[in-house]
């Protein structure tokens, strides 16, 4: 590789850096625009207008030589400066093409960089304890621990069109041993295939019984009263037949068993109310024109 090209990937790689930590310093404002002729205080750098902060630039520095795990040289702190003045030549670049509005990455990026720095200070606020005590007492419900149940099945699987006929023959010779007081397990053994995924044999929500039964089946076990298994039931897989040996009530946890689960859906609350309050302010702001007969 020549020195050129060396220097032209070089260059590469620490605009990248830069870019990186530039949308977190453009989501907290520290890259200003200004047009005093003079540098302000706290200003190291103008750019065609806009100002670049030491701040930023010494949290730049702090951040490449925790990278570097080392001293920086003089070189290296005047390369920080001049990526940063490239890194503002082209986000203004940028700008004066329309990026912003044309490109739905650079888009996305602008969207989130903003929204961070809106709900940024809500989401540091420390909640007290009458803070969570009123969410958890407002919402109970929303804390719940749904209902569990432990099923157990017997399975008759289905691998092709040409199985369905078979497996549910034995799906239903199988209801009718049942019926006439035969154990589940000995039936199992004679008519069952082995299933896919064995359920475990423990209490599970229905959300988890779903991932080894399917809704169709899931739906069974959760209406059943668990006084006799199943009819056979079929999935995607095959048929089931379902006995529910045990069900657990949905619970509502004591206040101090979800402490941490109460602090961050607060915190995720502050901040959706300060960016809800932040796009209402925008809004009614906006010269805001919408096309008629539209929802």
């Given at each position: ?155 008759f699987r289905v691998r ?97 068993a979800i402490r941490d ?35």
């Open positions: 590789m020549d020195a050129q090209a060396s220097q032209s990937r070089s260059t590469v790689l620490w605009l990248a850096f830069f870019a990186a930590a530039g949308l977190a310093l453009a989501a907290t404002g520290l890259l200003q625009r200004r047009s005093a002729s003079a540098l302000p205080s706290g200003a190291i750098a103008r750019v065609n207008g806009s100002v670049i902060d030491a701040e930023s630039y010494e949290r730049l520095i702090v951040a490449l030589a925790s990278d570097r795990r080392g001293e920086l040289t003089d070189a290296d702190r005047r390369r920080v400066l001049d990526r940063m003045i490239e890194e503002e030549l082209l986000v203004q670049r940028a700008l004066e093409l329309g990026l912003a509005r044309v490109d739905r990455r650079v888009r996305a990026d602008l969207v989130s960089a903003v929204i961070a720095s809106v709900t940024a200070d809500a989401e540091r606020r420390t909640p007290t304890d009458a803070d969570l005590r009123a969410l958890y007492d407002a919402e109970p419900e929303f804390f719940a621990r749904p209902g569990r149940l432990r099923v157990r099945q017997i399975f092709s069109p040409d199985d369905v006929d078979a497996a549910s023959a034995r799906a239903e010779a199988a209801t009718r041993r049942l019926a006439a007081g035969e154990a589940f397990e000995e039936v199992a053994r004679a008519l069952g295939d082995e299933p896919i995924v064995p359920i475990p044999d423990a209490p599970l929500p229905a959300t988890k019984l779903q991932e080894y039964l399917g809704p169709s089946a899931t739906r069974v076990a959760l209406a059943s009263d668990g006084s006799s298994p199943s009819a056979p039931v079929r999935s995607g897989t095959g048929f089931h037949i379902l006995d529910v040996r045990e069900r657990e009530p949905r619970v509502i946890p004591p206040f101090d689960r109460l602090r961050a859906e607060w915190t995720r609350r502050e901040g959706e109310r300060a960016l809800r309050a932040y796009l209402d302010e925008l809004r009614a702001r906006a010269d805001l024109v919408v096309a008629p007969g539209v929802p």
